[in-house]
């Protein structure tokens, strides 16, 4: 068994790693070579870990102000409208961690509540989790705006504020405090 694994992880082993199950480690005839061997491996992979640090270094380094990068700012001014932003997770899918992330990042640079459920506790089906989820959240009335998207999508323009979007669309309207719900076009 512990062959097979050896020859199996041979290749993925960097820059013949001392603790790997790659042959480098146990080709050695004498001690000696297996010595040489090992500080020779070592010497590589200090050098590639210092090289790493140097480039991140400069990468950071390369940033004047890191608060002006997108996912980094984060506001707490909760002056204008309260927002939840509201995604229901129906099964597991590979891009569940990318989805994720592109909502959280989202909602902490503007400030918004991000709320994500995996179950429910509703006796209806799948399709209606959504609904008694959403409406959880509107019952607790800690928010203005509830905003609810399917997990398989994407925020593509982070930069765009959903409450600017919602004043905007407010402007016009006489009796702004009556509008409960906003609806755009998908195409």
Known sequence: MIDHLRTMFKHWVPFGWPYGFGSQTHDAKSPKQMSRRTSRSFRNTIFFLLLISVLTWQLIASQKDLSNLPYLRQTDDHSGPRVAIVVFITKPQTYMHLSLQNKDRYARLHGYDLFVDYESTSSRGTTWLKFDMVERVIKANQHDW??????????????????????????????????????????
């Open 146 to 187: 509830v905003w609810y998207l399917d997990f398989d999508t994407l925020i593509t323009n982070t930069s765009v504020s959903l409450t600017n979007l919602i004043s905007k669309n407010l402007e016009n309207v006489t009796m702004p405090n009556d509008i409960d719900l906003l609806v755009t076009d998908d195409w």
